[in-house]
């Protein structure tokens, strides 16, 4: 176990520095921060002055190293917009995101058990036609689109829901809604899939031959054994999450890491930029590790190797 | 069977392991950074108002941008620039040698900060030392200021490089802050919790970048609000549907389609004024055949400009004759150039123009209706010969290639005023870094300007408008927007064109 934790301890520092390496290349391409960030009666020596003073005149290989020792140091600079440490201004941005993806994350996870579990149980065709064809509407359907259609509906039009900011805990109902419902589909083809294969094997057979009734047999035997492919395929799609929280957050004016880093793309603002993208990065790499670490302890026969 | 309830058990513990980590996180008391509860009920606010992108620093010494309409109501400058002209605030008075290169304010030191502590030139002379500073994005409007000096307590002098007559506007939209408080707290801490002169003071900010201000009772003059919450919204329709929920009070810039929706809502007034923005093309006249004047005279008759304000504005603008717009201080108000399509054949003609597309560039967002009002502009240069290529660029793409006047062809731009038409001289006419032509007659036409007074100046104005508009043609005025404001009925808004709009006038 020690020597698996290492192995992907380096291999997450080697992708964490391809990230680096790739965010650096792409900020700059992105182009001169400077237009923005100066009014527009600002001559062409001022200009030429304010990008010195931003290091943005040294040779790009230059400012590659003064980034990378930077990040060794967990120092990505300042922002250009708002002259703070750039680190500073995603974390103190980071608990509004993982809130919102934590609890998106619970949502979805209870969500597709639940169904999963009812149309098992239940055996109905027509009930798993109607959850699943639900489900597949929902997938089929852009998160913005979503989310604008559910702001129309409860926000503009029932006034039941907020819909701009966190403002306790009925703003979070149409983010979460959003953001847990877009995975719904794909969970429930893997539960129905997986409790397709347990069903048919032999400790199902035994187990209901010693007379246990159909739902005990599924809960208490299948359900475990379900569990264990749905957790992998949870950790598979946490980036769903990130990525669908750049949508949410902008849509819903959330004031997480993802809203900021869109207005930091927007304004060119480097090391906002760079902070942000490093940080997501690493949570998700972290979390991919400790995704397998719990899969290896839930099952016996999965190695770490 | 065991080994089955062992890893159920397992399965289980992991759930609640994950219920826990999300619940942690959900419960976290530091809700976004915020310094206010972000996570309890919604901060009570008199009004709420939307703010276009969140605040990235709330710190008008290294900010130019993103926080106006917000240092408007916490901060105060050395005078308040009214919509009739410059009027004291922290200056008493005003004083300009008669080279017009120096620049001497009386402060009203009998005034207070809304800690308490006093006023005097040292909080002058600190705040433009920071924004003189190299790398500061002030110095872009600042760099005519040759030195600054606080030789008594209350007095403030600047000297110029170059004589300005408009400097007195200038020197009105730099608020200043307390030094010592500034240096006791340092930039991040001043920014964590700004104290300033204006009429609002900073209550608590959600990070993010919304902010909510509470009316300062020692102010001189009683506010209208008793507080503002300025929230991060950046779409425009989410601003408008934030308002038909009541959750937003006042919502700019209303797009002219949606005016007659909103007038049947009864619990919301619209009220428009004149605009300060303008639609324009402009030409890059190192290039042929724009280099021609009678090119660019053929394109600036080529369009029927109440038409186009009729179906692109609803009716909701006018023609423009120039880029100074109407509330502006020295508008000169040029008639807008006939549409004569016969003549504007005739004209392009002659400039021998071959025929060729020439690029046509507009940014999507800022121009009010972009592609709209790009399709419109290529449909009516192509009635007269002219062909182009519609380039629609982010505004953020188009702002650089603009700034680094790489931009080839034509483009079409939305620009804002500000309240004296300095601000579109010095980025439009001469020296700013989006001239894209040199002319040594606008070059003494713009001078003339800043070195005079009263009429004589709205005269050099106008002058330098028909110059550059009608003579020389390097502008296409297009159309200027009124701008709509939908607000909470019954609210004691009065707006105007610039900030800050929800203080109570000086």
Same mark, same amino acid.
């Given at each position: ?305 | ?49 939307? %703010? ?30 009214? %919509? ?5 605030? %922290? ?399 019954? %609210? ?15």
């Amino acid at each position: 176990m020690t020597r698996y934790v290492a192995i992907r301890l380096a291999q997450a520092a080697l992708t964490i520095y391809l990230i680096l390496t790739l965010t650096f290349v792409l900020a700059r391409m992105a182009g001169d921060p400077t237009a923005l960030l100066l009014p527009a009666e600002t001559n062409s020596e001022d200009a030429a002055i304010y990008r010195k003073a931003l290091g943005l005149d040294k040779p790009m290989f230059e400012q590659y190293i003064d980034y990378l020792k930077g990040a060794v140091h967990l120092d990505f600079g300042r922002s250009l917009r708002g002259g703070g440490p750039a680190l500073d201004f995603i974390t103190e941005r980071l608990p509004a995101t993982l809130k919102l993806a934590g609890i998106s994350l619970v949502v979805s996870i209870i969500l597709a058990l639940g169904l999963g579990l009812i149309i098992e149980l239940t055996n109905s065709e027509r009930l798993r036609t109607f959850i699943l064809s639900g489900a597949l509407l929902r997938e089929a359907i852009p998160a913005f689109v979503f989310a604008l259609m559910l702001i129309l509906l409860f926000g503009v039009k029932l006034q039941w829901l907020p819909f701009i900011g966190m403002n306790g805990f009925s703003s979070y109902v149409m983010p979460v809604a959003t953001l847990s419902s877009a995975t719904l589909a794909l969970y429930l083809r893997v539960l129905r899939s997986n409790f397709s294969d347990e069903r048919s094997k032999e400790y199902m057979r035994t187990a209901l031959a010693k007379g246990e009734s159909r739902s005990y047999a599924i809960i208490r035997e299948a359900f475990p054994n379900v569990l264990l492919p749905f957790i992998t395929v949870v950790a598979l799609n946490l980036g769903f999450l990130i990525v669908g929280s750049v949508l949410v957050e902008t849509v819903f004016s959330w004031p997480g890491v993802a809203y900021a880093m869109v207005q930091a793309v927007t304004q060119r603002d480097f090391p906002v930029i760079q902070a942000g993208v490093i940080m997501i990065a690493t949570v998700f790499v972290i979390v991919n590790i400790l995704a397998d670490i719990v899969s290896s302890k839930l099952d016996p026969r999965i190695e770490l190797s | 069977m065991r080994s089955y309830n062992r890893r159920w058990i397992a399965a289980a513990a992991a759930s609640i392991a994950v219920v826990m980590l999300a619940a942690s996180c959900g419960g976290s008391s530091s809700g976004g950074g915020s310094s206010s509860s972000s996570d309890g009920p919604a901060v009570a606010a008199d009004i709420s108002v939307p %703010l276009p992108a969140p605040l990235a620093v709330i710190d008008p010494t290294v900010d130019t941008a993103a926080g106006g309409t917000v240092y408007g109501v916490l901060f105060r400058s050395l005078v308040f620039n009214g %919509l009739d002209g410059p009027v004291p605030a %922290l200056a008493k008075s005003w004083a300009i040698s008669p080279d017009g290169l120096t620049w001497t304010y009386t402060l009203d030191t009998s005034l207070k900060f809304q800690d308490g502590s006093a006023f005097d030139s040292a909080d002058v002379l600190f705040t433009f030392q920071k924004m003189l500073t190299a790398g500061n994005p002030h110095l872009g409007t600042l760099s005519i200021v040759a030195s600054i000096e606080a030789p008594t307590p209350d007095t403030f002098v600047f000297h110029l490089k170059t004589p300005n007559a408009a400097f007195i506007i200038l020197s009105g939209g730099k608020s200043i802050v307390p030094s010592d408080y500034y240096q006791s707290v340092g930039a991040d801490g001043f920014s964590k919790s700004p104290i300033g002169a204006g009429p609002y003071k900073f209550d608590s900010a959600v990070a993010g970048g919304g902010v909510k201000v509470t009316a300062w009772a020692d102010y001189p003059i009683k506010q209208p609000f008793k507080s503002i919450d300025f929230v991060p919204v950046p779409s425009p329709q989410a601003q408008i549907a934030g308002l038909q929920t009541g959750t937003l009070d006042v919502v700019a810039n209303v797009a002219a389609s949606q005016v007659e929706t909103l007038k049947s809502d009864s619990k919301l007034k619209i009220t428009e004024t004149e605009g300060n923005n303008v639609a324009f093309i402009a030409f890059n006249t190192g290039q042929a055949p724009m280099s021609s004047l009678d090119f660019r005279e053929g394109v600036d008759l080529a369009f029927d400009r109440d038409a186009m304000v009729k179906t692109l504005l609803s009716g909701h603008g006018v023609a423009a004759g120039g880029l100074i717009t109407q509330p502006t201080i020295g508008y000169p108000d040029l008639d807008a150039p006939k549409y004569d399509a016969t003549a504007a054949k005739a004209a392009i003609k002659k400039s021998g123009y071959d025929g060729s597309a020439i690029n046509l560039t507009y940014p999507t967002s800022v121009l009010l209706n972009a592609d709209l009002t790009a399709q419109a502009v290529a449909s009516y240069l192509n009635d007269v010969g002219v062909k182009v290529t519609l380039i629609p660029l982010d505004y953020t793409t188009f702002l650089q290639q603009w700034a680094a006047k790489t931009i080839q062809g034509m483009y079409i731009m939305g620009y804002n005023n500000g309240i004296d038409a300095d601000t579109i001289i010095s980025s439009l006419y001469a020296g700013g870094s989006r001239v894209l032509f040199t002319d040594d007659a606008v070059t003494t036409a713009v001078a003339l300007t800043r070195t005079t007074s009263g009429d004589v100046r709205v005269k050099a104005l106008k002058a330098l408008e028909e110059l550059v508009m009608e003579t020389k043609h390097y502008y296409a005025p297009l159309m200027m927007p009124n701008v709509i404001y939908a607000s909470t009925a019954g %609210l004691p808004f009065t707006p105007n064109a610039f900030s800050p709009m929800y203080a109570a006038p000086k």
